[in-house]
């Protein structure tokens, strides 16, 4: 009756943002948009005529195949790896054919089979990629393995484990990646240098290294139970997760054999995404990820297709990543030999803002489709990493939101293997300074890193200090979010536009450097007209928060289904793993992909195992049981002595137990949202008859 009646009296659904300002700021999005990048073509275009093709500019202009236009290839990056993308397309169909056929078919109830082609592929597969430099590769990993043998649970493991991977980081990028002469080997040993330099990739073998040594420590800790993690109420993990917390046996899963593997893993080699040893482990060994659908699977594969064709039209058609990056928007170089020379040469602030803001949505294209294409990879081969790019610089509106967004896998690494032990949330206040200086020395030993690394520091205290401190003192924003709840989302979609605006110069830092950050500032906001475009920018911005606040509308609901139809996993075909965290590693068991035999702790590692319910067959075969019963076993007398006992005793049953009253947090929850709205009501009339 309570659950009708609150039923009853609910009100319809208020939405954060009403259908009439929803449609109206897509509207304006609808348009804005597409002529912003309309003009950016046509002043590509004038580039073109005017410059003479760009003959005599660093732009890298080649000739396209869309349409006879020219394509911007400036960025070496997308340059490179748009080359391998056939190559890697055919590598990853045989490599998970052969992976398939070897699993499932020629030894399905043996993993050592699967390890053993997974190690020879991989020595091949970075043989080829290195040359003989992978020899050092592999010294550092034999020294990498002895350090977490030596030490195990001691506080050295994760200390000198850190120290020596950071020292071949650091000095491999100083010194090139070393030579074999150094080492008063052949020099001969230095021509066959592979098809990549290998200190360009170690930053993700360095994630490995780490993760290897620091799960095994973490292990044997939670063997003696010192270390247990254990899942919170109403707290929702992850399938990634679940295995990361996993228990495996020290014993016999880091091993050396596993760990080479693991390091050298064709799909996750190059790039990525991180993936933490025990995860991996997981995967590779006792089950197959259940997480992503063959059907959902599909449709990622589709849209990865569709990400590369998009990317390549726009550099066919917009040159603006090119002039972020030989500093065309510092100043207009064609128009010198052009325009008269007393006139003002520099880019307008419009340009200069749709530089910044294009240049910094091509990254976000490039690094989704390279991070994409490996995870898929993994994916199909029965791995599931973290997903990288989860949303873009345009609709993130808050510091920390982006970074848990942006290379999210190496967001969770760093969160698991360096701000935790550093203290995690109760030092954050110097703990960040170290986190985003180590971020950016890990990608490259340049200032530019260390300028954007410093300007994100700042940009991520002073958010703490307005969400944090000054917010929760801020009494009339919070009666404000209640009584006039459009006044607190116009201020709220604002500030989430001066936010976008500080997180783009952030970023753009990479590029732009010390020097030149001040200098895109000031021709960005300073010039004539600066003012003015500064105020359309904010607006737009702030349009592009409010599209994203949609996101609680039932039409957003609806329309998020409606388009992740094909992205929803198939519960009744793959149901989320068996595997929780242990509590106490004494009763851990596990389920294995081939036997689906639970084995002893001594035999197996991981898990507690659920507790099985009993069918209804099972249920009804009971029932049966009892029914079949023979009654006639006791004398009447006794039976009619029992009648009475019944009958003296209704109220035992009539009385309702306090043990089985169960109450629904939801239906509690929505009580209390009513108490809440009446009473706001009341205040309202109050100051109405006042």
């Not at 030490?151 to 120290?163: C, I, Q, R």
């Not at 709220?492 to 952030?506: C, Q």
């Amino acid at each position: 009756m309570l659950e009708e009646t609150i039923r009853s009296e609910k009100p319809k659904h208020q939405p954060k943002v009403p259908k009439p300002l929803f449609y109206t700021v897509l509207a304006i999005t609808l348009v804005v948009l597409p002529a912003a990048c309309y003009f950016s073509h046509l002043k590509s275009m004038q580039f073109i005529n005017e410059s003479n093709n760009g003959v005599g500019y660093p732009l890298r202009l080649f000739p396209g195949w869309f349409f006879g236009y020219k394509i911007d290839l400036t960025d070496p990056q997308w340059r490179s790896f748009r080359t391998f993308i056939p190559l890697l397309a055919i590598g990853s169909i045989i490599f998970i054919l052969l992976s398939k056929l070897i699993r499932h078919i020629l030894f399905p109830k043996s993993t050592l089979a699967s390890f053993i082609f997974y190690f020879i592929s991989s020595l091949l597969f970075v043989y080829f990629l290195h040359g003989n430099f992978m020899l050092i590769i592999v010294f550092v990993a034999l020294v990498n393995y002895l350090i977490g043998r030596i030490f195990g649970s001691s506080k050295w493991n994760p200390f000198l484990s850190w120290m020596f991977n950071l020292i071949i980081l650091f000095s491999s990028d100083y010194y090139d990646g070393y030579s074999f002469t150094y080492f008063k080997l052949p020099y001969w040993l230095d021509y066959n240098k592979g098809v990549l330099r290998w200190e360009t990739y170690f930053n993700i073998t360095f994630c490995r290294l780490i993760s290897y040594n620091m799960d095994y420590c973490e292990q044997i800790r939670r063997k003696e139970g010192q270390q247990i993690t254990e899942k919170k109420e109403n707290e929702k993990w992850t399938e990634y997760r679940q295995r990361q917390e996993s228990t495996l046996d020290t014993s016999k899963d880091f091993n050396l054999l596993y760990y080479f593997v693991y390091l050298f893993y064709i799909p996750l080699f190059i790039g990525g995404p991180v993936c933490s040893y025990t995860a991996f482990l997981s995967y590779t060994k006792y089950s197959n990820q259940q997480e992503v659908s063959f059907k959902r699977l599909l449709w990622l594969t589709f849209l990865l297709v569709i990400y590369i064709v998009g990317l390549e039209i726009f550099l066919h058609l917009i040159y603006f990543v090119g002039f972020n990056e030989t500093g065309i928007w510092k100043d207009d170089h064609w128009g010198r030999h052009v325009y008269d020379s007393n006139q003002e040469t520099s880019l307008s602030p419009f340009y200069v803002g749709m530089t910044g803001f294009l240049t910094l949505n091509f990254m976000y294209l490039k690094f989704l489709i390279i991070w994409r294409l490996f995870r898929l990879w993994a994916l199909w081969d029965g791995v599931n990493p973290p997903e990288n790019m989860n949303r873009c610089v345009c609709n993130n509106y808050l510091v920390s939101g982006f970074w848990r967004s942006w290379h999210r896998s190496l967001y969770l690494w760093i969160v698991r293997y360096l701000y935790v032990p550093l203290g995690g949330n109760r030092t954050r206040v110097w703990n960040i300074w170290i986190v985003f200086s180590f971020i950016a020395l890990w990608h490259d030993l340049w200032w530019r890193w260390l300028a954007w690394a410093w300007i994100n520091c700042a940009l991520l205290i002073l958010e703490v200090v307005v969400t944090h401190v000054i917010v929760p003192r801020l009494t009339w924003l919070n009666k404000l979010k209640v009584q006039r709840p459009y006044i607190h989302l116009a201020i709220e979609t604002f500030t989430g536009g001066i936010s976008i605006i500080l997180l783009m110069i952030a970023n753009l830092a990479i590029m732009h450097g010390f020097e030149d950050t001040p200098l895109f500032i000031k021709q960005l906001f300073w010039q004539n007209g600066g003012g003015f475009y500064f105020i359309v920018v904010w607006i737009c911005l702030a349009i592009a928060v409010t599209l994203d606040l949609y996101n609680n509308n039932k039409m957003g609901k609806k329309v998020g289904s409606l388009m992740s139809m094909f992205e929803k996993k198939d519960e009744t075909t793959t149901p989320p793993p068996k595997t929780t965290p242990v509590v106490k590693p004494k009763v851990t068991t596990t389920t294995s992909s081939s036997t689906q035999e639970v084995k002893k702790e001594e035999q197996k590692p991981i898990t507690t195992t659920p507790v099985v319910k009993p069918t209804v067959t099972e249920q009804k075969k009971e029932e049966k049981k009892v029914e079949t019963k023979p009654v006639e076993t006791k004398p009447v007398e006794i039976k009619k002595e029992e009648e009475k006992k019944q009958e003296t005793k209704p109220q035992q049953t009539v009385q309702p137990s306090t043990s089985t009253v169960k109450y629904d947090p939801k239906l509690l929850k929505k009580l209390e949202d009513l108490i809440e709205r009446l009473e706001n009501q009341a205040d309202r009339l109050e100051k109405e008859l006042k």
